[in-house]
């Protein structure tokens, strides 16, 4: 819900109606079927708050304690999902930009410093600013000059894009260290660390692999499915409620990003990356001009 996959969700839905009467679910069926995010955020949080003020462990309570560790590993593993779907953009994003313009960035960050240390010579300019921008110049030089040597990820036909996205998803909601049992969760956090590096690269042979060896090998116990005592049940909730914050901080965080806030709302790379180099040439030659007046 949080990362609007409608269609993916029907069939979780599907699985939680038989549960909808004794749950009382039906005000959330209502709210998803009409596709209200707003609506079925507020009717979760409230339902998460209720179930975990609860005292005595019925039952019934432990069932609800559980539905509500379930719902917790799920907003968890939605941000997630959102995290690295920003991080795989950015990642894309930064290396198109170091390979089709870096050079001519760090030529403008150089002539620039190189600039602003004349001025600061000749009492214009504060020695702190020139020394900034020289810092500037070196820190992304060097920086550039890996980025450049890394390979871009592959671009991918759209109906590929798609199963990265969805195999991906899939994959994580079995494999994330945060809904796995204690025993597992050294292995999920590595068969982790490789998904999210398979999935930044859109290598989608590597997410594929993964995602069959998490269906077919069945190699994880949902720890909402292991957990029976309603002290263990709300511990486990509350950890998770503060990872949930965390991851959310995050995402906010990533999002943020003057990076991000860029790619966001290109429809182009191609037309933008032609725009920057463009401007960036013409602001080279003017640079190089006003030094050599100066000479």
């Not at 309570?61 to 991080?87: F, H, N, P």
């Not at 871009?152 to 195999?167: G, I, N, S, T, V």
């Not at 042979?205 to 995602?211: D, F, L, P």
């Not at 914050?245 to 943020?256: E, G, I, T």
Request: glycine letters at 4%.
């Amino acid at each position: 819900m949080l990362l609007d996959e409608w269609d993916s969700l029907a069939p979780q839905l599907d699985k939680l109606r038989p549960a909808g009467a004794a749950a009382r679910l039906e005000p959330l069926f209502t709210a998803l079927q009409g596709r209200d995010t707003a609506t079925g955020l507020a009717w979760i949080a409230d339902y998460l708050q209720r179930a975990t003020a609860l005292t005595i462990a019925t039952d019934q309570e432990i069932a609800d304690l559980r539905l509500t560790l379930r719902g917790l590993e799920y907003q968890v593993t939605a941000l997630s999902d959102d995290k690295a779907e920003i991080e795989r953009l950015i990642h894309a994003f930064s290396l198109r930009t170091s390979h089709e313009i870096g050079d001519l960035i760090t030529r403008y960050l150089e002539l620039r410093a190189d600039k602003l240390r004349r001025q600061a010579v000749a009492g214009q300019e504060a020695a702190a600013e020139a020394d900034s921008a020289r810092t500037d110049y070196e820190d992304y030089r060097d920086a550039n000059e890996t980025a450049r040597d890394t390979p871009a990820p592959p671009q991918l036909p759209p109906d590929d894009l798609k199963e990265l996205k969805r195999l991906y998803q899939q994959a994580s909601q079995k494999c994330h260290p945060d809904k796995v049992d204690a025993a597992d969760r050294d292995h999920a956090n590595r068969l982790f660390v490789q998904l999210q590096a398979a999935y930044r690269n859109n290598d989608l042979g590597g997410v594929r692999a993964i995602h069959a060896a998490i269906r077919e090998g069945h190699l994880f116990v949902d720890r909402s499915l292991t957990l029976t005592e309603a002290e263990s049940l709300g511990h486990a909730i509350t950890v998770l409620r503060r990872d949930l914050d965390q991851l959310a901080a995050q995402v906010h965080q990533l999002r943020r990003a003057d990076t991000y806030r860029t790619l966001k709302d290109l429809t182009d790379w191609d037309a933008y990356f032609a725009e920057q180099r463009v401007a960036l040439e013409q602001a080279i030659e003017q640079l190089e001009a006003e030094l050599a007046e100066h000479e």
